[in-house]
């Protein structure tokens, strides 16, 4: 935090090597609260209301255009903030559009967001048998709409992009800004 210029920004990135930009693992300073279970400014919650992350989230270009952290609630993520969240043992919110889905061979769905297959950076999982706990087809009523999925986010093979099951209606709603 840089008290002259009112500015903060924090980061989350795995304890070794990486390859990525730096920008790349920005988040808000709420959203790394909400990570690490810990007021990091507890006595100067007033300061913390008035810092400017917008500065540090300007630098950061996107091909994709994802909803921008700093308007997200504590609590959720935009889906360039997922991938770091590999791993987290808890259920988490991540946003984003739906630009499309696949239906596999086993009828299982999975959703894309801000991204088709397969470079999406985050996918939603629905297996087949859990398609009858939604009112609509997922991916016919969601397609093209920003939404919010809810669950852990997992990879399950090395190089896959991360993933977050779905189980029912309750893990996937409209991105309301």
């Known amino acids: 935090m840089d008290i002259e ?9 795995k304890n070794a090597g990486s390859e990525s930009d ?3 693992f920005i988040i808000s300073i709420d959203e790394l609260e909400s990570v690490i279970g810990y ?15 917008e500065f540090w989230f300007d630098v950061i270009e996107n091909p994709y255009n994802p909803i921008r952290q700093n308007t997200l609630n504590k609590g959720y ?9 590999v791993g987290l043992e808890k259920e988490v919110w991540v946003c984003g559009k739906c630009v499309g889905g696949t239906i596999t061979r086993n009828g299982h769905l999975f959703l894309n967001l801000d991204k088709a297959y ?3 950076p985050i996918s939603g999982f629905v297996k087949k048998e859990n398609l009858g706990h939604f009112e609509a087809s997922p ?3 969601y397609r093209d709409k920003d939404i919010c999925i809810k669950g852990k986010v997992e990879k399950w093979d090395k190089g896959s ?17």
Do not use: C, R, W
Request: aromatic letters at 10%; charged letters at 20%.
């Open 118 to 120: 397969p470079n999406s």
């Open 77 to 85: 993520y935009n889906t360039e903030a997922a991938p770091k969240l």
């Open 161 to 177: 992009n991360p993933t977050m099951k779905l189980k029912n209606s309750h893990y996937i709603k409209l991105y309301q800004k």
């Open 139 to 141: 991916l016919d009523y």
């Open 39 to 53: 007021d990091l400014f507890a006595k100067s919650e007033a300061l913390e209301d008035q810092v400017n992350t």
């Open 22 to 24: 730096i920008n790349s």
């Open 5 to 13: 210029s009112n500015e903060a920004v924090g980061f989350i990135l």
